[in-house]
Structure formats: structure tokens, C-alpha cells
């Protein structure tokens, strides 16, 4: 059995059991739709393929898109709002960068040291994903939606019975230590 430690967006801490390894980004996907995350944004941030940029499935790491009022679109994650930046490939002497697209934030004097980049100036960013180079992944993208289920209400049906749900889904709550 694998056990999925989930923070709620209202800061709980659940655990889900999961019987077979092939289930996790499908039960993973079904609770960050909730908003609900599991684990730590890593220093750098997450990091996916460059071709998976245009069709992540934020619900995978517990966020979604967010249209602010001057119409651009945004992702929400924990309470932080992020911008999508388009950073050009680099080739110098020193380095050698591919082309990338980061979605990031202003640093608050409340983020930890280590999750801290130095920008321009002395801005400083906290990056959520970092899409570069890699060959795209399936398994990252939102899963398809068919225009016969987009169409078919009882194809659509059909659909969110076989999706995961609370009532299927064991958990239990786990002790705050």
C-alpha cells in the first residue's frame, strides 16, 4: 500500500492509501483539484519538460489558473499568485541555457532563504515550475476531454464514474508530530 500525505488548503494533514503505484497522479490530480498539495515546492522550483508548458495539469501539484482582473492568466498555488515569464535560450562563453518558460513571483520577506532567487537589481523571485528541454510527458498533461464527451452528457457520466472519488479513496488522518 502507498501512502499520499496531503496539506488541505486549510492546512489539515490527511493521508490517502493508494493500492497500486499506476493510481498516484490519478489521486494526486483528484485532490489538487481540491487545492490540497503534497509536499514541498523544491528550491528552483518543479521542473517538466519545455513541450508540457502549454498543457500542464496544475491540479498534479495541488494549484490551478487564475484569471486576474487585467485579464492575464495566473497560477494559484498555496496563497501565492504566479506569472508565466518566456526566458529566451542562452549561449555564451560561460553558458548555455535552452529556451524555458517559469512561472514565478516576487520573493516575500516571509519565504525561506533556499526557495530565494536573485534577479535583476535586487529583486528577488521564488520560482513554483521551471518547463525546459525534455522530451514532453502525457502523464503531465490535463487529461483529454473528446469532443463526444464535450457533447455526450451521458459519455461525460460515464467519465466522472470512473474518475477517483472521496468515497472510494481510504483515508485516514495523520498525527501532527
Request: aromatic letters at 8%; a positive charge.
Amino acid at each position: 500500500m502507498i501512502h499520499i500525505e496531503f496539506t488541505t488548503d486549510l492546512g489539515a494533514k490527511v493521508t490517502v492509501d493508494v493500492e497500486r503505484p499506476e493510481q498516484v497522479l490519478d489521486i494526486q490530480r483528484h485532490y489538487g483539484r481540491l487545492g490540497w498539495t503534497s509536499g514541498e515546492v523544491p528550491a528552483g522550483g518543479y521542473q517538466f519538460p519545455l513541450d508540457n508548458s502549454d498543457d500542464f495539469d496544475w491540479a498534479l501539484i495541488g494549484a490551478r489558473e487564475w484569471t486576474n482582473p487585467e485579464g492575464e492568466t495566473m497560477i494559484l498555488h498555496r496563497g501565492h499568485a504566479y506569472r508565466r515569464r518566456e526566458l529566451e535560450a542562452v549561449d555564451s562563453r560561460k553558458l548555455k541555457l535552452p529556451k524555458a518558460v517559469k512561472y514565478s513571483r516576487g520573493a516575500k520577506p516571509t519565504d525561506p532563504e533556499h526557495l530565494r532567487e536573485k534577479g535583476d537589481g535586487e529583486i528577488e523571485y521564488v520560482t513554483l515550475a521551471m518547463f525546459r528541454g525534455g522530451k514532453r510527458q502525457e502523464r503531465f498533461a490535463k487529461p483529454a476531454q473528446t469532443q463526444s464527451t464535450q457533447q455526450n452528457p451521458a459519455r461525460r457520466d460515464e467519465r466522472a464514474a470512473q474518475a477517483p472519488s472521496r468515497q472510494g479513496v481510504p483515508m485516514q488522518a495523520a498525527s501532527r508530530a
